[in-house]
């Protein structure tokens, strides 16, 4: 079973701190996502990753910044973090260049900035 | 751009009531259309995807046909149960896209027994 392991499933930090977030999938997946989950917002892109030290802005990178410097490993970045970053944030591979591959995801980590 | 427009919930049903979530798309050329699944406490996962138009996917008794006339992906189950509460995302990828996915807003789903 392909498998997506967040670092933390509850994260509690200050305002200014700086965050890290990390994934690992054990699975060889050349697709990395970042999205957070919001209630009524659905799932949004932060950032993804085609391959080892490759990123590609989603659709809300803002504040954020991420880091690939292995295959099976993708970190999410709050530089310094705010009250507007509290959220749920999921972590998905994907194999492959098709479009109709199944993304995997993470359990999420619920992030609260205080 | 790529849009996915779903039912706003929540929706509350009795045990083996009947069960849709209506979703339709925007999209500039054939997209791919899933369903995931969010169960309490846990991440999304696959429920079913179909991949050109008039494809039917199905999983656990739930299915959706591709309809690129009413660019519709309609989720069905017929006899719901407890253990079907969960959040439903109906998403698309394109087909010559960056294989992101755009998700809708999320369907909020309750069973009671």
């Known amino acids: 079973d392909v498998k997506v392991t967040q670092s933390s499933r509850y994260l509690v930090k200050r305002t200014g701190e700086k965050v890290f977030l990390e994934c690992v999938q054990d699975?060889?997946?050349?697709?990395m996502f970042w999205y957070r989950q919001d209630p009524g917002l659905g799932l949004r892109l932060i950032y993804f990753s085609y391959d080892v030290k490759m990123k590609e802005k989603g659709d809300i990178p803002e504040g954020y910044s991420v880091s690939r410097e292995k295959k099976e490993r993708f970190s999410l970045i709050l530089e310094s973090a705010s009250t507007n970053q509290t959220s749920m944030y999921l972590c998905?591979?994907?194999?492959?260049?098709?479009?109709?591959?199944?993304?995997?995801f993470g359990p999420g980590t619920r992030l609260t900035v205080l | 751009g790529n849009s996915v427009t779903q039912m706003e919930g929540p929706v509350t049903l009795s045990e083996e009531a009947f069960l849709t979530i209506n979703c339709t798309y925007t999209a500039t050329g054939y997209p791919s259309l899933f369903w995931y699944v969010q169960y309490p406490g846990e991440g999304l996962q696959l429920l079913l995807k179909a991949t050109k138009a008039d494809d039917k996917g199905s999983n656990k008794g739930f299915e959706a046909t591709y309809r690129k006339e009413t660019t519709s992906f309609h989720l069905e189950k017929g006899s719901v149960q407890v253990s079907d509460s969960a959040v439903y995302f109906c998403a698309l990828s394109e087909e010559r896209g960056d294989y992101k996915l755009s998700f809708g807003a999320g369907t909020t789903v309750t069973v009671r027994a």
């Open positions: 699975m060889d997946h050349e697709n």
């Open positions: 998905a591979s994907s194999p492959g260049r098709s479009s109709y591959n199944e993304q995997f």
